[in-house]
């Protein structure tokens, strides 16, 4: 039972990371595309489709109807959004909260690309309809936008300004993957590690007295799969860099003090 004016938002459930976790929406929030949403829920998702970009600048007539098709979705930290081999049948938008996309290996697990609200994880494989080629899981607690892709290409096709620029955005996400991916192989441990964060800088971070912030809770064993090392590599690294104040280590967060130093400490050492 809800109270007045309130929208039930669906949680994730069962196991969270391993073999066969799968985030399930709750019945209450799930709703076929030809059923209309009840106007409290449609309200609520229209205001949170206004307040993202990618949204923004839909006509309010369009944004309506988009909203009336959506469904907003809680996901729990550590849960699974889908798994590697789950159709695509929803485009996810990050509302609030942050997720990482994970390719499992006998080797070890590699993250491929983190998501934050705003972005669209998934969108390829949802737009060339294709099942998921990774897993995407909760970095910490989330609400999600879903929609369905039948709803989504209707949406493509109403509003051409609108799918060149999720076309532009999906070409911009696949170089800066193949980009990743090539730098993996090749370069020295340190240099992916100061790439990494000084991507994150560039996406996420906000200028303190301290330095560059980029408030994102990374383990060492996450910042590892993510740059294709070995978590006692990483350790290393990050220890001294903390040590020499090159790249800090806080409570949720990371700060670079000077930009430039870290470029420039990325070029020397050997810790591969």
């Known amino acids: 039972m ?5 929208v039930p938002v669906a949680r994730s459930g069962g196991p969270r990371s391993g073999a066969g976790f ?5 019945s ?6 030809e059923t209309p949403r ?6 609520r998702a229209d205001a949170v489709l206004a307040a993202l970009p990618m949204f923004r600048q839909l006509p309010p007539a369009l944004r309506e109807r988009v909203a009336r098709m959506a469904t907003l979705q809680g996901v729990a930290e550590g849960d699974a959004v889908w798994q590697a081999g789950d159709p695509a049948d929803l485009l996810t938008v990050i509302v609030t909260g942050r997720v990482k996309v994970v390719r499992h290996a006998e080797q070890g697990d590699v993250i491929l690309e983190l998501f934050g609200p705003g972005d669209t994880p998934g969108a390829v494989a949802v737009y060339n309809q294709i099942p998921y080629p990774a897993t995407c899981i909760a ?39 193949t980009r990743k991916l090539a730098a ?10 100061a790439s990494l964060f000084l991507s994150l800088g560039e996406r996420m971070g906000r200028t303190t007295p301290e330095g560059l912030e980029i408030p994102l809770a990374l383990s060492r064993q996450e910042i590892a799969e993510m740059v294709g090392t070995t978590v006692e590599t990483a350790i290393r690294v990050m220890s001294r860099w903390n040590r020499d104040r090159v790249l800090l280590t806080g409570q949720e967060r990371f700060v670079i003090p000077d930009r ?3 470029k420039r400490e990325a070029q020397v050492g050997d810790d591969e």
């Open 139 to 177: 970095m910490e607690p989330c609400q999600l936008l879903r929609l369905p892709r039948r709803d989504w290409f209707d949406l493509l096709e109403r509003d051409p300004a609108f799918a060149r620029a999720v076309l532009l955005a999906m070409t911009r996400l696949n170089m800066a993957l």
């Open 184 to 193: 993996m192989h090749g370069t020295r441990v340190q240099t992916r590690i």
């Open 260 to 262: 430039e130093r870290l």
């Open 28 to 33: 209450a929030a799930v709703t076929s595309p």
């Open 22 to 26: 799968r985030a399930r929406a709750s």
């Open 38 to 43: 009840a106007k409290p829920h449609a309200d």
């Open 2 to 6: 809800h109270p007045a004016g309130s």
